[in-house]
């Protein structure tokens, strides 16, 4: 076991923020730490796409925003998202495991959010969707995220490859004005304003 967690060390994923194994002290104690211990459930902040989301929450949350992360995974985004100053937080899976993992980091993170199968009942719209999937998924997915986000809100999609980058651009741009998108180490951020 000594072995396993020495491979794993605090990683600063942002500006202000630190993942942090529960076994480790956290490195910069004025910073925002998130405790995550690697696990089944994908997002431990290592990924390129999860970084860029990451990012776009430590420079553009509004505190008190309501935020959605849809295919939550591990809950890193609405952790992050909670600690940062978000109001509501919802975070979606399709995954059972995903959302017992989850439920419990945001236990040990001492965050409020909730979690809820794919197949439930829908969130309230929120003013920040985001969705860290594959491409795939976010094309088919771009009506369904586009109801979840209110007038003027913003939808964040990353797990995206540089060549998918327009297609799923495309998919959106009926519900959101879209930016150009950012990219880190081959991955694809895209974000947009849902339009009136």
């Known amino acids: 076991m000594k072995l396993t967690q020495s491979q794993f060390a605090p990683t600063r994923v942002s500006a202000r923020l630190w993942v942090v194994p529960s076994w480790h002290a956290a490195p910069d104690g004025s910073a925002i730490n998130i405790v995550l211990d690697p696990g089944l459930a994908f997002g431990t902040?290592?990924?390129?796409?999860?970084?860029?989301?990451?990012?776009?929450?430590?420079?553009?949350?509004?505190?008190g925003s309501s935020v959605i992360?849809?295919?939550?995974?591990?809950?890193?985004?609405?952790?992050?998202a909670a600690k940062l100053g978000a109001g509501r937080v919802v975070g979606v899976d399709i995954d059972p495991l995903a959302l017992v993992t989850s439920r419990y980091n945001a236990e040990q993170n001492r965050v409020a959010a909730s979690f809820v199968g794919a197949d439930g009942p829908r969130p309230q719209p929120?003013?920040?969707?985001?969705?860290?999937?594959?491409?795939?998924?976010?094309?088919?997915?771009?009506?369904?995220?586009?109801?979840?986000?209110?007038?003027?809100?913003?939808?964040?999609?990353?797990g995206i490859l540089v060549p998918q980058a327009g297609a799923v651009a495309d998919a959106y741009s009926e519900w959101f004005d879209m930016e150009p998108p950012v990219e880190k180490q081959g991955w694809i951020r895209l974000c947009g304003k849902r339009v009136d």
Do not use: F, K
């Open 45 to 63: 902040g290592s990924h390129p796409s999860t970084r860029l989301c990451l990012d776009w929450l430590d420079r553009h949350l509004i505190p």
């Open 69 to 80: 992360d849809y295919g939550c995974g591990s809950g890193i985004l609405a952790i992050a």
């Open 126 to 158: 929120s003013d920040v969707v985001m969705a860290n999937i594959l491409s795939n998924p976010l094309r088919i997915l771009a009506p369904l995220l586009a109801e979840l986000t209110v007038p003027r809100g913003q939808v964040v999609l990353s």
